[in-house]
């Protein structure tokens, strides 16, 4: 049987942290749904379209990952009823930090009291990773700062000409 994997986020914009547990992931699962949130709680920098598009060419184009393994799409509900529409019992978050792990932890257990059959998985990004987060590639980008450890050159190039 196929395995297909929630992994939900706001990828606001996606990090090569993201990205490493993306490819860990694909060790694991045949197939992951890259779930964007578009929730009305955050203020975004990107809209959810935006998000799918940046998304789409860091995987697609920048690192050539294979599409039939991995589908992007946005959603505003609860993550376990994206599990129920894509038939899937897993969900998968990355840690960076142990600073994560309580917040992940609260969440983990909530999805699983919504739905007993939902496992989360956690995965660590690499070291040269864990201290990669979006708010922080943005407040880099719009002081100009050199971001090109941290994302792929075309979500560099959507970072720029946001901050034009």
């Given at each position: ?74 959603f ?26 309580e ?62």
């Open positions: 049987m196929k395995k297909t994997a929630i992994y939900p986020g706001t990828f606001d914009p996606i990090t090569y942290g993201h990205i490493d547990v993306i490819q860990k992931s694909l060790k694991i699962v045949d197939k992951i749904i890259v779930a964007i949130s578009n929730v009305n709680q955050k203020n975004y920098l990107f809209s959810a379209e935006e998000r799918i598009e940046i998304v789409k060419k860091a995987l697609f184009s920048d690192l050539n990952f294979n599409k039939n393994k991995i589908k992007v799409i946005s505003n509900s609860l993550t376990t009823e994206l599990c129920k529409k894509y038939k899937s019992n897993i969900i998968l978050r990355g840690l960076r930090a142990a600073s994560d792990f917040y992940e932890f609260q969440l983990a257990g909530m999805n699983r009291k919504l739905n007993s059959n939902i496992e989360t998985i956690f995965l660590m990004s690499d070291v040269k990773n864990q201290i990669i987060s979006s708010k922080l590639i943005k407040e880099i980008a719009d002081l100009n700062g050199d971001i090109k450890k941290f994302t792929t050159k075309s979500t560099i190039n959507s970072l720029k000409k946001k901050y034009e």
